[in-house]
């Protein structure tokens, strides 16, 4: 059997929408981007089937039966879905209640890297073993003295090899 051209068309403007609106910033986008989808992966599947008979051996020739592997995954696909869809919900009503909007912002420590990252990657960056104050703002950013690294940012005590706790600093 060979798929119709108008749903081969259609999965692909689904796949192309969904994929462009996951790219967006607002959490409601990104929802609508997740169902188109997820939509779009359910017609895929089902052009990928053959029409027939029932699947149940005794009442359809076996030639002349629906293969039924396409119907459970595109059931499988409605139900993850689903599952994503009320997660994404979830986490846009979370923003919406606590910021007022839906829009993902970039995180402060995102941005702190990427400078780190373009500052080293730009031009006099020969001198690799000597490290400038704004470097160690980022492994002290209280300015205490004491490295976050060595508590995983925490002061709560640590265990040591032997199960003994330490605190630290």
């Known amino acids: 059997m060979t798929p119709n051209l108008t749903y081969v068309l259609v999965v692909g403007v689904l796949f192309a929408a969904g994929v462009t609106l996951l790219l ?4 409601t986008r990104v929802l609508m981007g ?8 359910n017609l895929l599947l089902l052009t990928g089937g ?3 008979g029932a699947p149940i051996v005794g009442t359809t020739p076996e030639d002349e039966m629906s293969d039924p592997l396409p119907q459970a995954m595109v059931l499988t696909a409605i139900v993850i879905t689903l ?3 009320a997660f994404l919900l979830a986490l846009a009503y979370r923003s919406w209640h606590l910021v007022g909007h839906d829009e ?8 702190r890297i990427m400078e780190l990252a373009d500052r080293d990657e ?3 960056t020969a001198d690799v073993g000597e490290s400038d104050e704004d470097d160690l703002d980022v ?3 209280i300015g205490d003295g004491n490295d976050r690294r060595s508590t995983g940012g925490t002061d709560r005590p640590t265990a040591t090899a032997t199960g ?3 605190r630290p600093g």
């Open 104 to 111: 993902v912002q970039d995180d402060v420590e995102d941005r």
């Open 24 to 27: 967006e910033r607002s959490l």
């Open 139 to 141: 492994l002290d950013p």
């Open 164 to 166: 003994d706790a330490r």
């Open 83 to 85: 599952g994503m869809t």
């Open 34 to 41: 997740v169902i188109l989808l997820g939509n779009g992966a």
């Open 122 to 124: 730009g031009p006099g």
């Open 50 to 52: 053959q029409a027939g």
